[in-house]
């Protein structure tokens, strides 16, 4: 019998949510391709989310939301993808953060950009 192996879910970062109030549908900027738990910033000038890069300059350096579902976004925008945009706790060492936010003080930082948008890291 072949080996299994299941990908990143959202129960590796979520702890509460509440389905119909705490997720919106949003479209993931092309890029990259995002795993569920990869923490998002908002692009200013296109209202798109993108990976949150700490060193950027156009919106996204502020962590914003969290991506609840896998994004295929390397190629192209993907339009409906689910994220965690408030009242949510996460568990924050299930979180991915881009490489920019190296030390544990930039991602206390984050977490606290984090908390500011109602989600809660434990």
Excluded at 25 to 47: H, Q, R, Y
Aim: aromatic share 6%.
């Amino acid at each position: 019998m072949p080996t299994l192996t299941e990908g990143r879910t959202p129960g590796d970062f979520l702890l509460y949510d509440v389905a119909d109030y705490s997720r919106d549908v949003v479209t993931i900027g092309a890029g990259a391709d995002l795993a569920p738990g990869t923490v998002l910033g908002k692009v200013t000038a296109s209202g798109k989310f993108i990976r949150s890069v700490r060193t950027a300059t156009d919106g996204s350096e502020t962590p914003v939301a969290v991506l609840h579902t896998a994004a295929a976004a390397a190629s192209a925008d993907v339009t409906n993808a689910i994220v965690q945009a408030r009242h949510t706790r996460c568990r924050r060492f299930g979180l991915l953060f881009d490489a920019t936010w190296s030390t544990e003080g930039e991602r206390d930082t984050a977490c606290a950009a984090l908390a500011d948008a109602g989600i809660v890291t434990t």
